[in-house]
Structure formats: structure tokens, C-alpha cells
């Protein structure tokens, strides 16, 4: 078998983005590997020595390398008092490095470093010093001023372990950063384990961790200042199990299709180990995830981040750099939302002044990318809260794939080429993902997609949006309804107009009840002397009855379509629009019953007053003969409609946001309706039978037909209110607010 050209052109590219991949994660490594020597090491007395610290690699990726080695050695030297300038590296190595080709993120830590020194660093003086960067070191020390405070004023020393600092004896070290270090530490007046961490002025870090009790968000426990040593102290909640980082970590390794949540908690039980933590032994969460197929234990992460997000945003609160480092877990695998200002992976992830805007570029939204590049230093306003939740669908596509969304081709020379690079990658298409085919994949696929909008007004309009729409990932049956196949009658269903489901659904049942009402009646009780009132009569109620009720019902309809044609174009979805849709088969059912019920009245007093042979018993049988066809025209389109409501037009209604603050009402009240409804269709063949029973002679088929249609219409009536009844609580498993709980933290 040869292949196509298709085939073949998917295959090189296939081919190409796995190489870009893997000269990506090769670059990486080979700066991670640096970056953790020499810090290792402590700064170098003489910056000759850096060289030792290059890897054996192209001079782009060396020249890369030796840009962050500096950022890193003059942080070391500044955490032990010495601030060590640009000019100390270019002289020493001027064969490599020139005040020309200094890239602008190295000028920024020098900056920031001589700001926490206690120095005014003075723009002129840049100007002069790097001459390329004249147009952009107003702005960019306009922005650094903003830092400074949360730097903080100096440089903690590291506290060896066994320890003891205020109430906290130091147990083991977490991470560092340039400006603090973070400690597993006891709480002695407590006795419990804390994260605790240690910085010359904390900023406003504890003041916004300090406003979230949130489960997904790391709690802070308080804060306190040492006055002997004029350190200040902020600890806060301990999770044991690593990070999210180290799961992405693991899963680079064994990529595989049978890949299931219990990767997840094998990191997490390392670090428990590491940590002489105990494995919970009776755990709901961990059963479930053991055995949750990965796509769905990824999309049980996202709900649970997006909610966090949501908590902070809905508090003023922007995170600016959600990345899998800064995702914590329990014992139990769940994420707990952090940002210490340092890395929890060690030197290689340190703070510098690059990332003093807040977040690591690899997960950073175009809109913040921008806002940091040399060429839009006036944009920072720009990145709210859509920033984080693509930042979101990064984190989350990197854990389902092992890799990001994004191929950034070729190699970045210095910080600043980095930045160039993201943003164009983020103009790209997508990599294409290793998929398992399932519906609760699917469904994550598309709502990571539409995080990771280019624009921020295309992504979810918030993160308790995102959360919901994340959820449906974790019930497969739910998928179905409100993701379905673009195959099943579902999405086949909705391409037709509304104006034509709803009048066929109306028109069908009351022009049979009319056509079997008129013939009974014309067989069964009118002579033939009387035959040619009730056709008059007929005429004249027919040609008022049906247009009149048609209209209301169109002018009804006219809410729904509008509502569907709004959601075909991705606009707002309203709770009018969501109320309205819901009440179409009940309306119907309404108009159809008023005007069989007044019908009922106008032929049996027409006729009695215009036929002298009717008498009061023909009145009484014709009267209930109307309403046995009265009930025929209400129940079914009720029963039609609203199974076309539930399983077409809800679901698409609420697709884009999957949140109805309403759910619990509507269902509720979609239920009790269809029960209520249920007793007329059992009142159908009781009357049928009653006129049975009461008839005078004459053929009894029509009679036996009505009973029979009343019984198959009850039959039908029934089998569609348990249909809906299903429906609804398999859709509350996704919307309810009564069941929020997430699968496996039952009892947990």
C-alpha cells in the first residue's frame, strides 16, 4: 500500500514539529543543567570561569546560555552583598559578549538588582551605556519602579536546617528565588507543618493569598515580622505532593494511550516519600483518579484552577503566571493554586528582573507577551484576566500532551528574541494532539481551544465559565447532550429552523384531532338534516381558531428562534432567552387547549340553538368529544416540544458558557409540568371510554380508535416524561448547584 500525498505532507510536518520539539527541549535542558551548576557553586570569583559552565552546543544556544548564567551570577553575588555590573562580564569575556549585543532583559536585572541594593539607577546613564535601548529605559525604569517595592529591601540569608526562626523550626528547604526562600518548617506553638516563607519585605503577596479561603488556592495562615533579624515571615499551608511541574515531568516520558490518573499520583507518592509523608490509604480522590482515563483526570484539574482563577478574579485579584510550577498537590492529588514569587524546581526557575512583570513567557498569553516586549512597554494595562485563563489552557494542554500547544522554531539568542518567538508561535496553528477518540476528550479539546483565542474576547468570559464548560469533560453521558457528535440527530435537529419544528410539532396533532373530531361527530351524533350546520359551523370556528392560535404561537416562537440564532453566532445568552425556550411546548400546549376548550362551548350551544333535534345529551357527548381531542392537541406538542427543548435546544443554548444559575428551578419545574401533563394524557382514554360506555348506537370504531390513541398517547406521554426526567439529572451533574461535588471527592 503506498501512501498519498496526504498522507505524506501530515508526516513531514508531524515530523517537523517533533523536531522543533525536541531542539527545544534539548535548549532547555542544556540551560537547566547550567543554571543548576552554578548555582550549585555560588558566584564565580572571576567571570572567565562562566565558560566552564557552557554546554557543548551551537554558539546561538552557548550565547543564550551565558546571557542567563550572568542574570544568575549576579543575583548570587547580590544575595552576598555584591553588586556585580554589566560591564564586569563584557570586559572579561569581550570575545562573546559586547555593551552592542547585550540583550535588553540582561539591562533589566542589572536594574532591578542595583534598585534592591538601595541605588537610583539613572536613565541617562543607560542611554549612554547601551545606546540601542535610548527610546525604550524611560519606560522600562518606569515599570521597574513598580517592582521595587515587592522586591523588598535586601537580601534574606539561607537558614541551615534544624533551625529555629520565631515560632518555626526549619525542617527542610523548598526553593529559592533571588529575593526569598521558601521552607517545609514546624510550627512549634501548632505543631504543624507549614510552608514558610523567608524575604526582607513581603510586598503584597500575603495581603491577596490572605483574602482567599478557596480549597484550590494555597492558604496563607498569617504573617509576622523576626525585628532581631528584620526578616518577615509568611506561611502558609503545606502540600506534600509536588507539583504539577513534575507531573508534566513524568509524562514526557511515558507517553501512551492507556496513560490513566494514576501517573499523577505516582508523583505525588514520590514526593510523599521524599517528604516522610503517609499515603492515604482510604481516599475516594485517589481511587478515582487510579483509574480515570487522563483527558477526563486532566479536565478534573482544569474545573477545579479555573475555579480558583475565578475566586481571585471575582476579588480584584490578576496571578500573571499560572504555570505548572505554581500548581501545588495534596496527599490526594488535588491542585492547590500557589505563587511564592519563587520557583519550586529549583535555581533554574529563579525570579529575576525579566519575569518582574509578572509570569514565564512560555505560558503567557499574546496580550502579556506583548506587554513585556521591548517594542510595548505601554501595555500592561492590557492583560486582565483572560491573560490567566490562557495561561490555564497551556498548563492543561501540556498536561494531557506532555508538551505546549506552541512550536517556537529556531533559537532564541537572548531574553528579548525569546519574547519574539513566543508571540509568533501563538499566531500559529496548534500542534496537532495525540487524541483517544472519547467524548470527555472532545469536549476538553474544544474548550482548550477556545482559552487559547488569540483574542481575549474570543476565550471564556471568566473562569468559573471555563470551569463549567471543563466539567462536562468529567461526564461522558452529559457530553453527549451538550457536545454531541456531528453526526446524531441532535446536531441535525438544530440546523432546522425553529419556525418549522414548532409548527409541525403544533400543526400535526391538531389538524388530525380536528379532521377525527369532525368525522366522529358528523357519524355518530349529527343527522342529515343537521350535518350541513355543523359544516358551517365549522368553517367559521376553523377559520378563526387556527390562525388565531397559530399566530400567538409564532409570535411565541419568534423568542426561541431569535434565542437559537444567537447562539449560532456565539452572542450573550440571557435567562429571558433560557426562560422562554423552556416554556414553548407549555404555551403550545396552552393555546391549544383554551381554543378546543372554547370550541367545545360554541359548538354544542351553536348547535343546540340552531338545530331543534340536538338535545342537551348530544351537547354533553359533543362537548366531551372536543375534549378528548383538546387533550390530544395539548399533549403532544407539550411532550414533543419539550423533548425537543432538552435534548436540542437547551444544550446548545448553554454550550459556549455551560453555567445556568436558573438549573435547578427549570429542572424542577420541567418535571413537575411533564408530570402534571401525564395526568391529562391518562384522562384521555377515560373519556373515550365514557363516551363508549354513553353512546347511543351507531359505529363504534371511531370509539374504540379514540380509546386506543388515548392509551397509545398516554404510553408515549409517559415514555417521554421518564426520557426528560433522565435527561435533566444527567444535565445537573454538569449545572446543578446541588451536586458541585467533583467525582472522587465523595466521602473522600
Known amino acids: 500500500m503506498t501512501s498519498s500525498p496526504t498522507d505524506s505532507l501530515e508526516s513531514s510536518q508531524s515530523t517537523l514539529i517533533g523536531e522543533h520539539l525536541a531542539e527545544q527541549s534539548a535548549s532547555d535542558a542544556m540551560l ?27 554558539p546561538e544556544i552557548r550565547l543564550f546560555v551565558l546571557f542567563e548564567l550572568i542574570k544568575l551570577d549576579m543575583s548570587l553575588a547580590a544575595e552576598q552583598g555584591e553588586l556585580r555590573l554589566i560591564d564586569h562580564y563584557t570586559c572579561s569575556l569581550s570575545d562573546l559578549l559586547s555593551p552592542a549585543n547585550i540583550p535588553l532583559d ?78 517545609l518548617a514546624r510550627q512549634i506553638s501548632m505543631q504543624r507543618l507549614v510552608a514558610l516563607k523567608i524575604s526582607r519585605g513581603g510586598g503584597g503577596e500575603s495581603q491577596a493569598l490572605a483574602q482567599f479561603d478557596h480549597p484550590n488556592i494555597v492558604r496563607v495562615f498569617d504573617q509576622r515580622r523576626c525585628e532581631i533579624d528584620g526578616l518577615d515571615l509568611l506561611y502558609m499551608q503545606y502540600h506534600p505532593g509536588g507539583t504539577i511541574a513534575e507531573v508534566v515531568h513524568s509524562l514526557r ?17 514520590r514526593n510523599l516519600l521524599n517528604a516522610a509523608q503517609v499515603v492515604p490509604d482510604r481516599s475516594a480522590t485517589r481511587r478515582w483518579l487510579a483509574s480515570a482515563a487522563w483527558p477526563m483526570a486532566v479536565a478534573w484539574i482544569g474545573v477545579q484552577l479555573a475555579k480558583a482563577l475565578d475566586e481571585a478574579h471575582r476579588r ?133 481551544r477556545s482559552a487559547l483565542a488569540t483574542s481575549p474576547s474570543e476565550r471564556p468570559s471568566s473562569g468559573a465559565e471555563m470551569a463549567g464548560r471543563l466539567r462536562l469533560a468529567l461526564h461522558p453521558e452529559a457530553a453527549v447532550l451538550f457536545d454531541p457528535d456531528e453526526r446524531s440527530w441532535c446536531t441535525r435537529f438544530s440546523c432546522v429552523s425553529p419556525w418549522l419544528v414548532t409548527g409541525t410539532v403544533i400543526l400535526m396533532p391538531n389538524i388530525a384531532a380536528g379532521i377525527f373530531n369532525y368525522s366522529y361527530n358528523q357519524r355518530e351524533i349529527m343527522t342529515q338534516e343537521t350535518q350541513h350546520v355543523l359544516k358551517n359551523i365549522a368553517f367559521y370556528v376553523n377559520l378563526i381558531a387556527y390562525p388565531l392560535s397559530f399566530a400567538i404561537m409564532l409570535w411565541f416562537t419568534r423568542n426561541v428562534a431569535s434565542a437559537m440564532e444567537k ?40 348547535l343546540y340553538w340552531m338545530c331543534p333535534g340536538f338535545t342537551a345529551t348530544h351537547a354533553v357527548h359533543f362537548f366531551i368529544s372536543l375534549l378528548i381531542c383538546g387533550g390530544v392537541a395539548m399533549i403532544y406538542p407539550l411532550f414533543g416540544l419539550a423533548l425537543i427543548t432538552t435534548f436540542v435546544y437547551y444544550p446548545r443554548l448553554l454550550r459556549s458558557s455551560m453555567q445556568d ?38 359505529s363504534r370504531d371511531f370509539k374504540y380508535a379514540a380509546i386506543a390513541a388515548g392509551v397509545g398517547g398516554f404510553l408515549a406521554s409517559f415514555f417521554a416524561y421518564r426520557v426528560i426526567a433522565n435527561t435533566w439529572s444527567r444535565m445537573a451533574e454538569v449545572l446543578s448547584s446541588k451536586t458541585s461535588v467533583l467525582p472522587g471527592e465523595l466521602g473522600s
Open 316 to 448: 480584584g485579584v490578576l496571578h500573571r503566571d499560572v504555570k505548572p510550577a505554581n500548581v501545588l498537590l495534596s496527599a490526594e492529588g488535588i491542585p492547590h493554586l500557589a505563587d511564592f514569587n519563587v520557583s519550586f524546581s529549583g535555581a533554574a526557575g529563579r525570579a529575576g528582573a525579566a519575569s518582574s512583570f509578572g509570569g514565564s513567557i512560555g505560558y503567557m498569553a499574546p496580550e502579556h507577551l506583548r506587554a513585556i516586549s521591548a517594542e510595548l512597554l505601554d501595555e500592561p494595562h492590557k492583560v486582565k484576566e483572560p491573560a490567566d485563563l490562557y495561561s490555564l489552557a497551556i498548563l492543561l494542554w501540556e498536561l494531557w500532551q506532555g508538551t505546549r500547544p506552541f512550536v517556537s522554531e529556531g533559537t532564541a539568542a537572548s531574553w528579548s528574541d525569546t519574547i519574539r518567538q513566543q508571540l509568533q508561535s501563538r499566531s500559529r496553528p496548534l500542534a496537532e494532539p495525540h487524541r483517544l477518540g472519547n467524548a470527555s476528550e472532545r469536549v476538553m479539546e474544544k474548550v482548550l
Open 567 to 606: 447562539a449560532s453566532r456565539g452572542a450573550l445568552i440571557t435567562s429571558n432567552d433560557i426562560h422562554k425556550t423552556l416554556e414553548l411546548g407549555h404555551r403550545a400546549a396552552v393555546i391549544g387547549g383554551t381554543c378546543w376548550f372554547i370550541a367545545g362551548l360554541i359548538y354544542p350551544i351553536a
Open 661 to 698: 444559575p436558573e438549573f435547578d428551578s427549570r429542572a424542577k419545574q420541567m418535571v413537575t409540568r411533564c408530570e402534571r401533563y401525564l395526568v391529562i394524557a391518562i384522562l384521555i382514554p377515560m373519556l373515550a371510554a365514557a363516551l363508549l360506555v354513553s353512546g347511543e348506537g351507531g
Open 106 to 183: 540582561l539591562v533589566m536585572e542589572e536594574i532591578q538588582l542595583r534598585r534592591d541594593c538601595g541605588e537610583t539607577p539613572s536613565a541617562d546613564e543607560y542611554r549612554e551605556r547601551f545606546p540601542q535601548f535610548g527610546s525604550l529605559l524611560g519606560p522600562l525604569l518606569g515599570a521597574n519602579e513598580a517592582t521595587t517595592a515587592v522586591r523588598g529591601r535586601g537580601v534574606p540569608p539561607e537558614l541551615a536546617i534544624g533551625t529555629q526562626v520565631d515560632d518555626f523550626l526549619i525542617l527542610q528547604k523548598l526553593g529559592q528565588g533571588a529575593f526569598a526562600h521558601v521552607y
Open 32 to 58: 537547566e543543567v547550567a543554571l543548576e551548576n552554578l548555582a550549585a557553586a555560588g558566584p564565580v570569583d572571576q567571570p572567565q570561569k562562566l565558560r566552564d559552565y557552557l554546554p557543548n552546543a551551537s
Open 253 to 269: 516520558k511515558r507517553r501512551s494511550t492507556t496513560v490513566t490518573g494514576q501517573v499523577l499520583l505516582d508523583a505525588v507518592d
